[in-house]
């Protein structure tokens, strides 16, 4: 089953703009991360933000975390083509077990 | 690129035969997870190991199984293939040191058609 389900399931954007995408989860989390897959191929790490953090940085990339609410969003600013991708979240539960659960996917567009 | 490789690419198999796929991890990294993703789908966490024990499983039958070897490389068997078993079968690979910890970093997958 998925932990997570992310919202929108597909967002459709100019080149340019901002992109939003949401992500709830169920359980207490240790770590919420964000990948990125192209095509149905191999996902690619984006950025990992661990259960005591709010907001984290990388580049382009600005994610923020509501353990109260067990929601989180990813904003990709001033995206580009390269940008079209599906974007999952994945959980990974609190008290030591390994299992990451991913969400459902966003399939974000980007038009040149 | 990952460093994280896996073979077969694409892979056609018909029910009820058996298949093995490959992953060779980054090398230090101690803990490898499989996940099978469906079409449209999320990855669905299938089991991990760390170093060479099966260390947790998703909801998946004892027809999945796995070994961890100790050059970094690992294998995904399924027996007696179900036409839902077509799917995209990814590796992933971490450590639990260092500052990326945590961090998984995924093979280009697999892609199982079973007819």
């Known amino acids: 089953s998925q932990q997570g389900e992310e919202d929108p399931q597909a967002l459709s954007i100019q080149e340019g703009e901002n992109a939003t995408m949401n992500c709830s989860y169920k359980t207490s989390i240790n770590n919420l991360q964000w990948y990125r897959q192209n095509s149905g191929r191999g996902l690619v790490h984006l950025i990992l933000?661990?259960?005591?953090?709010r907001e984290k940085h990388s580049g382009r990339l600005r994610v923020t975390l509501d353990t109260s609410k067990k929601s989180s969003s990813l904003l990709i600013t001033a995206s580009r083509a390269a940008d079209t991708a599906s974007y999952f979240c994945?959980?990974?539960?609190?008290?030591?077990?390994?299992?990451?659960?991913f969400g459902t996917g966003t399939k974000l567009q980007v038009i040149p | 690129e990952t460093g994280v490789t896996q073979s077969p690419t694409h892979l056609i198999k018909t029910r009820g035969q058996q298949v093995t796929l490959r992953c060779s991890s980054q090398s230090g990294h101690n803990t490898v997870s499989w996940y099978q993703q469906a079409l449209g789908q999320g990855p669905q966490f299938i089991f991990q190991y760390y170093r060479e024990e099966e260390n947790g499983r998703g909801n998946f039958p004892p027809r999945f199984s796995g070994l961890q070897f100790p050059n970094y490389s690992s294998e995904l068997n399924v027996n007696a293939l179900e036409l839902d078993d077509s799917a995209l079968y990814l590796c992933?690979?971490?450590?639990?040191?260092?500052?990326?910890?945590?961090?998984?970093?995924f093979g280009p997958g697999t892609r199982l058609l079973v007819l």
């Open positions: 992933a690979s971490s450590s639990e040191a260092g500052p990326k910890r945590e961090t998984q970093y």
């Open positions: 994945a959980t990974r539960p609190a008290g030591g077990y390994q299992k990451v659960t």
């Open positions: 933000i661990r259960s005591n953090e």
